[in-house]
């Protein structure tokens, strides 16, 4: 009798390992966690003035919770950079940010994302450099635009790059730009995320910034190639409006392709889409004193100020006015 169970259980030990591998396999479609790259995250807590594998350039500071970027204050720029370049072709990437100040309805620039050839290059575009090579992910909380084009803000879009394109940031990067999606982010309590996939030359980016723990989708776009041994990064900029911008933590996965070809060179392709966004009239802001302009604290000082020296000009005329008809009425009794 215990021999028979005996064999009765190892004749169900073969169905029972390719149950929990079956199983395991699904897990890990699910969740990529299995396939975490620590040389490419960023996860709390930061001890010390550094950061291990990345390294910091401008205005960044490093508490225990998180990485700030930039303060809340004007014309600051910062940056953090991995230092090992990605060799995987297919990946995914999770970032707990935070964007927050104290400008109720003026408040800027943002922050962006990278994968790309060059690192810790300074530069114009949400503090780093313009005609980048690879992809960038920009979080554009200020609308610079005022045209028939504008789009609601803040904004999240993605611009792939060879070198040769140019962020057009007084039109809010819309003419390069290979899709994009509005997300309220900025001065939330609760976490702000987003996830960034490229699969099988696929990227797909969601987000999840209504408190709701679920993401939501932002972008979705076939055709894009990107090589591999490029770098991430972040980086922010403020310019005459300001903000706080944190990245809270960076979770980096390998995504394991099945049917993956070994015999292309990934690390030479040039960077691509077959799609951009539908292209728009680049139409200039109209011309004028403060026409269709939103009025920053620049302009709204020197209105201020133009319209105090009118009103003193107005005050001394009428002085000498009133005083040069006092003296001819007095010359008429004499």
């Given at each position: 009798m215990?021999?028979h169970?005996a064999v009765?259980?190892?004749c169900f ?5 390719v149950?929990l591998t079956?199983s395991?396999a699904q897990e890990a ?7 975490l790259?620590?040389e490419?995250?960023?996860?709390r807590?930061y ?5 291990p594998?990345?390294?910091i350039?401008?205005?960044?500071m490093i508490?225990?919770s998180y990485?700030r970027?930039t303060p ?5 720029s910062?940056s953090i950079?991995n230092k ?5 072709p297919n990946w995914?990437?999770h970032?707990?940010f935070?964007?927050?100040?104290q ?7 943002g922050f962006?994302?990278w994968?790309?050839k060059?690192?810790?290059r300074?530069?114009d575009v949400f503090?780093?450099?313009?005609y ?13 635009h ?6 609601a803000?803040?904004?999240?879009s993605?611009q792939?790059?060879n ?5 057009d ?7 390069t730009e290979l899709?994009g999606c509005p997300?309220?982010f900025r001065?939330k ?6 996830a960034i996939?490229y699969?099988?030359?696929?990227l797909?980016i969601m987000t999840?910034?209504?408190g ?5 989708p ?12 490029y770098?991430?990064g972040?980086?922010?900029a403020?310019?005459?409006?300001a903000?706080n911008?944190?990245?809270v933590?960076?979770?980096?996965y390998?995504?394991e392709?099945p049917?993956?070809d070994?015999s292309?060179?990934?690390?030479n ?16 802001d109209?011309k004028?004193?403060?026409k269709?302009a939103t ?5 709204m000082?020197?209105?201020i ?18 005083q040069?008809?006092q003296?001819q009425?007095?010359?008429r009794f004499?």
């Amino acid at each position: 009798m215990a021999s028979h169970r005996a064999v009765e259980c190892v004749c169900f030990l073969p169905l029972i390992t390719v149950f929990l591998t079956l199983s395991l396999a699904q897990e890990a479609q699910k969740t990529p966690g299995d396939y975490l790259k620590r040389e490419h995250s960023l996860i709390r807590p930061y001890t010390g003035a550094s950061l291990p594998m990345w390294d910091i350039i401008g205005n960044t500071m490093i508490t225990n919770s998180y990485i700030r970027l930039t303060p809340d204050k004007q014309s600051r720029s910062g940056s953090i950079w991995n230092k090992v370049p990605l060799r995987v072709p297919n990946w995914e990437m999770h970032c707990h940010f935070k964007v927050h100040g104290q400008g109720k309805s003026l408040y800027g620039d943002g922050f962006a994302l990278w994968y790309t050839k060059d690192r810790m290059r300074a530069g114009d575009v949400f503090g780093n450099q313009d005609y980048h090579t690879g992809l960038g992910i920009y979080f554009d909380t200020y609308s610079n635009h005022n045209g028939p084009h504008n789009h609601a803000h803040p904004y999240i879009s993605a611009q792939i790059n060879n070198g040769t394109l140019h962020y057009d940031h007084d039109r809010d990067g819309t003419h390069t730009e290979l899709a994009g999606c509005p997300a309220q982010f900025r001065n939330k309590q609760y976490e702000t995320q987003i996830a960034i996939r490229y699969y099988k030359q696929r990227l797909t980016i969601m987000t999840d910034v209504d408190g709701k723990s679920e993401w939501k989708p932002c972008l979705d776009v076939d055709g894009v190639r990107l090589p591999t041994g490029y770098f991430f990064g972040a980086s922010a900029a403020t310019g005459e409006l300001a903000d706080n911008h944190d990245i809270v933590s960076v979770k980096v996965y390998e995504l394991e392709v099945p049917d993956l070809d070994e015999s292309m060179d990934y690390a030479n392709i040039e960077p691509s889409a077959d799609l951009f966004s539908p292209p728009r009239d680049h139409v200039d802001d109209p011309k004028g004193a403060f026409k269709n302009a939103t009025l920053t604290w620049k302009r709204m000082f020197l209105l201020i100020f133009c319209i105090i020296i009118g009103v003193i000009l107005c005050i001394v005329v009428g002085v000498v006015v009133f005083q040069k008809r006092q003296e001819q009425q007095r010359k008429r009794f004499y």
